[in-house]
């Protein structure tokens, strides 16, 4: 295997007689078909296909009880804000995920801690704004960076460890790499997956030629479709026999890029082929698949996330569970070239709404009702406060949390927290009160913005075109103000 030497830890024996690329054809081929078998059945997909009538506002039901809940954090790549059907895709039908929705509550202002992959990770491990850790000022930490979450930061992982649970990840982790920098010394008891922003989806293969799948801290053999792995294993986590609660966050990379679908093995040849032997730079741009993908494929790869969905909400079924799992599904920012966000403005790398709004979806039958919805707005680090007071562990003082519980207005009926949602990157600020967002880029990235403060509206202009700010400068000036206090407290980024 080129890159990192692959060690002990194989699959199978049949795989020793196979070379990369005719076991990954062979059982990425067979996967594939089984796969084929497991969609819901015609009854199944009609009932989990609602429409906006059939759901109802979100109200608590407090007189609901339960046991302390296992909590699934599934977290989607690069997925768009109306990617899936039931967020109003036209072609991409995903009806796991709206199975899923229909089940608990639907989040139409749901959004991501940053507009890249690495900083809404740490948003969600740490429950902090990216800009607290050094780590977070990398926009997404890359394959040659030595920069990473510190071991000794306090963890959704490490503080539920704490309090008596389980914790694994499964998927991708993009924090930080070996040898400073994983899961396992961060607080999760157990990792398997992948430590890059990208790989190919059959060879594993990172842009800067490594082999990049990971039991624990020792290289993993396993040349299927990584999809289908990461359901495997995390099927197989959630049918043990837990004498405790666990925590399991499931990262997909799908759907980013490269754009190889579950039987794309020629094309996954092809890949591999160019990023091993073309000179580095032109193999890192190799594997980001400029030259390929479509409309098409990329529905090929939200469906096969579904069906993965599908695959683990049955496994949880199985082992009994289903009714004490709190399950959120969720992605780590916007998407990119074939992913929708209609009608939202902006995407991946943007502070538009395109960019950072992501589907975000949440279950849990003993204390939460289905078909509901909720629009008020909460973002990744959230879920880290929520998690954390449904488990009854506390955060460590010296780091406090920047995301606030929705403990209060999810279980006991009260009001949704009023706070501000701050982001900010190299390029762009925003910040969300209420209806308003206060927003402004640099002329080198919008020059037709002109580097001014805009004001939106999102209650009706979620496009963020009618900027508000000439009618209303007293609320610009009091938000540019909060976003500048926030901002201050926080890491600079280097020269």
């Known amino acids: ?8 830890r194989t699959v199978s024996q049949p795989e020793q007689k196979l070379s ?18 497991l969609p819901a059945t015609e009854a199944q997909a009609a009932a989990s296909t609602r429409s906006a009538a059939e759901e109802r506002p979100f109200r608590a039901s407090p007189d609901r009880k339960s046991k302390r809940p296992n909590l699934l ?28 929705a229909a089940q608990g509550v639907r989040f139409t202002d749901g959004y991501a801690g940053s507009s890249t992959c690495s900083p809404t990770r740490l948003s969600l491990y740490t429950g902090r704004y990216p800009g607290r850790t050094e780590a977070g000022l990398e926009e997404p930490i890359i394959e040659k960076s030595t920069v990473g979450l ?31 920098y994983s899961p396992t010394r961060s607080g999760w008891d157990e990792f398997f997956g992948s430590f890059g922003g990208a ?22 053999k396993d040349l299927r479709y990584y999809t289908r792995i990461l359901t495997e294993r995390a099927s197989e986590f959630i049918g043990r026999d837990h004498d405790r609660p666990w925590l399991l966050n499931l990262n997909y990379t799908t759907a980013h890029w490269p754009w190889i679908a579950e039987g794309d093995t020629e094309e996954a040849a092809r890949l591999e082929k160019l990023v091993l032997e073309l000179p580095l730079e032109q193999a890192q741009l190799a594997l980001a698949h400029m030259d390929g993908g479509s409309l098409d494929k990329y529905r090929q790869m939200v469906e096969s996330l579904d069906r993965s969905v599908g695959e683990v909400m049955r496994a949880l079924k199985r ?10 599904f969720s992605s780590d920012n916007g998407g990119e070239r074939y992913s929708n966000s209609w009608p939202l403005s902006g995407s991946k790398y943007a502070l538009q709404e395109g960019g950072i709004r992501v589907p975000t979806i949440m279950r849990w039958p003993a204390r939460i009702h289905g078909h509901q919805i909720s629009h008020i707005p909460v973002f990744t680090p959230d879920w880290t406060a929520t998690f954390l007071d449904t488990a009854g562990a506390r955060p460590d003082p010296a ?17 949704a927290p009023e706070r501000d949602l701050f982001w900010r990157t190299r390029e762009e600020r925003a910040l969300r009160r209420g209806k308003w967002k206060y927003y402004r880029a640099t002329k080198a990235k919008f020059p037709h913005k002109n580097g001014k403060d805009a004001l939106y509206d999102l209650e009706q202009d979620q496009r963020e075109c009618a900027d508000r700010s000439a009618h209303e400068p007293e609320l610009v000036a009091e938000l540019a103000a909060a976003w500048e206090k926030i901002d201050a407290g926080l890491l600079p980024y280097p020269a």
């Open 199 to 220: 790989l190919e989806y059959y060879s594993k293969l990172t842009s800067d030629r490594r082999y990049d799948l990971y039991e624990g801290e020792t290289p993993y």
């Open 1 to 8: 295997m080129p890159g990192r030497p692959v060690e002990e």
């Open 150 to 180: 510190g071991p000794t930061h306090p963890t959704l992982a490490s503080l539920l460890g704490g309090a008596g649970y389980t914790t694994a990840m499964i998927g991708k982790w993009h924090c930080g790499f070996l040898p400073e």
């Open 73 to 100: 954090y599934v977290l989607a790549d690069d997925l768009g804000w109306a990617d899936l059907s039931c967020y109003g895709s036209p072609h991409i039908k995903t009806p796991n995920l709206d199975r899923l």
């Open 319 to 328: 082992s009994g569970q289903d009714r004490d799992t709190v399950v959120v």
């Open 20 to 37: 990369r690329r005719a076991f990954g054809g062979a059982v990425g081929a067979g996967a594939a078909v089984a796969i084929a078998g």
């Open 399 to 415: 780091t406090p949390l920047d995301g606030v519980s929705l403990t209060g207005y999810l279980l006991r009926n009260e009001q």
